[in-house]
């Protein structure tokens, strides 16, 4: 008996072998590629999420233990030796999981004496890493400096080595403070804005000028460390240009210093005196800032904004020359501190080495734009 084979057709085997192939990238649906790239946009903000949480939650945590700690040091009396037999109980119960030295579960009892109220820890304390919580515990005694300093952590995202240069070069003490005019130059809420954004004194703790330096140094200086100076100045200055050139009626004026705030929408104008500050000044600046409103500023800025920068400056002299300008001026000082000499700084402990050795414990719950 003779088999019979069935031929198909070559239009039949075609379609059998597309089947099988899978589809080349160019025949994919056309709402794949939006979707991946909003899969791909949305991933990264889940795991930044996932990463406060996780925080948030184990800062949590470390307040409950604090705050049973503290219970019951004040109920039954506990002393440092039972604190210390509690973190080896929970290390041998949890041994994946740190933090539970002795040093760190009294910083948990300061953490809880120090707030002691669990919504302001949701808010604002959870929201930051704990070794920025404990930072904050150890060198900062008032409850608002403390509280404020979280929030602005919180806000400009500072690592735990801005966190400690902020709290010890007094930033809390210093926002805000320069003389200004801005209350009767600039409509609200742009001047409370503005004054915050200016401290007084201003502390250059990189730079390293002899006593005889001239302005130009002290510039130079600043832009060579423009991150430096970024940082200090605060968050939402852009550097647009140094010696920044303004043409007025053929002669040639220039700017020490030219910055753009992005939050207040306006360009600062930095004039910078290595002497006190003098009346005059305000003069110089008045000009500067009516060139640059005429020349730079476009319709959806504010107005631009000075800050003369003196080693020294006497309040009333600067109020009284501010009085009556029309223009938004501050007048600040700033200080200048030697930095450590950069062939010692290799041979000085780290601040993480520090903490490793030392391990302290609290003792007491304490350009034109286009």
């Not at 589809?23 to 794949?32: A, E, I, T, V």
Request: glycine share 6%; aromatic share 10%.
């Amino acid at each position: 008996m003779t088999a019979k084979f069935r031929k198909s057709s070559p239009a039949a085997a075609g379609k059998r072998s597309r089947a099988m192939v899978p589809r080349p990238r160019g025949d994919l649906p056309s709402g794949y590629a939006p979707l991946l790239e909003e899969l791909k946009a949305r991933i990264p903000a889940a795991q930044v999420k996932a990463v406060l949480s996780v925080n948030r939650e184990l800062v949590l945590l470390y307040w409950e233990i604090g705050r049973r700690i503290l219970e019951e040091q004040r109920k039954e009396g506990w002393g440092a030796k039972v604190v210390e037999r509690l973190g080896q109980d929970l290390h041998r119960a949890f041994p994946e999981m740190k933090g539970f030295s002795r040093a760190n579960l009294l910083y948990m009892r300061a953490f809880a004496e120090v707030y002691p109220d669990r919504a302001i820890v949701q808010q604002v304390a959870g929201q930051i890493p704990w070794f920025h919580n404990v930072v904050l515990i150890g060198k900062v005694k008032d409850p608002a400096a403390r509280r404020w300093y979280a929030e602005q952590t919180l806000t400009q995202g500072w690592s735990r080595a801005v966190l400690v240069h902020q709290i010890e070069t007094k930033l809390y003490l210093r926002q805000g403070q320069a003389v200004t005019n801005f209350e009767s130059t600039l409509p609200p809420p742009q001047s409370d804005l503005a004054q915050q954004a200016l401290k007084d004194p201003y502390v250059f703790d990189f730079l390293t000028l002899n006593a005889d330096a001239r302005e130009r140094e002290l510039e130079r200086g600043l832009v060579e460390h423009i991150t430096k100076f970024l940082l200090e100045l605060g968050v939402g200055f852009s550097f647009v240009g140094r010696q920044y050139p303004l043409e007025v009626e053929g002669e040639d004026f220039y700017l020490d210093l030219l910055f753009y705030h992005l939050h207040l929408r306006c360009f600062v104008v930095i004039d910078l005196k290595l002497k006190p500050f003098q009346p005059e000044f305000a003069g110089k600046m008045n000009f500067y800032l009516s060139a640059v409103d005429a020349q730079l500023r476009h319709p959806g800025d504010h107005p631009s904004i000075g800050i003369i920068l003196c080693q020294t400056r006497k309040r009333l002299i600067a109020e009284y020359a501010l009085r009556n300008t029309q223009t938004p001026i501050g007048v600040s000082e700033f200080t200048l501190t030697r930095a450590v000499p950069e062939q010692l700084q290799t041979s000085l402990p780290t601040i993480e080495e520090l903490e490793a050795e030392l391990a302290p414990a609290p003792k007491t719950c304490p350009r034109k734009r286009k």
